[in-house]
């Protein structure tokens, strides 16, 4: 098992940035990839970003403002996100799976309990 626990999230003012991060204990996989989610409310869960070794992929419409790295040695994943936007306003989830890629939520095995992103217009 993999816990993943978030932190990072808030009320900002639209053009704020903000990072969250994710800190991951348990039976971690540096060959699998991390990332993060959100889920705005009344719609479905969507992949922002993942990384691994071998690949960093990004939905492309916050490709231009949101940047994801990560720690291997402290287990930990990141998401910096800049210029945001009201529509930004959703529960943001930090995931991990074996898998190289993240891309389907419904393949995702391990997820954070969620932070709440608000941002004011």
């Known amino acids: 098992q993999v816990q993943l626990v978030e932190s990072g999230g808030g009320l900002v003012q639209a053009g704020d940035s903000l990072r969250l991060s994710c800190a991951a204990s348990g039976r971690t996989d540096d060959n699998g990839a991390m990332g993060w989610f959100r889920q705005a409310p009344g719609k479905e869960r969507v992949m922002l970003a993942s990384?691994?070794?071998?690949?960093?992929n990004y939905l492309t419409s916050v490709k231009e403002r949101f940047a994801v790295s990560r720690d291997y040695a402290r287990n930990r994943v990141f998401l910096i996100m800049n210029s945001l936007r009201p529509e930004d306003t959703a529960v943001y989830y930090c995931a991990a799976d074996n898998l190289p890629v993240l891309s389907d939520a419904r393949q995702v095995h391990f997820w954070g309990q969620g932070t709440q992103v608000t941002v004011s217009s």
């Open positions: 990384i691994s070794k071998s690949v960093t």
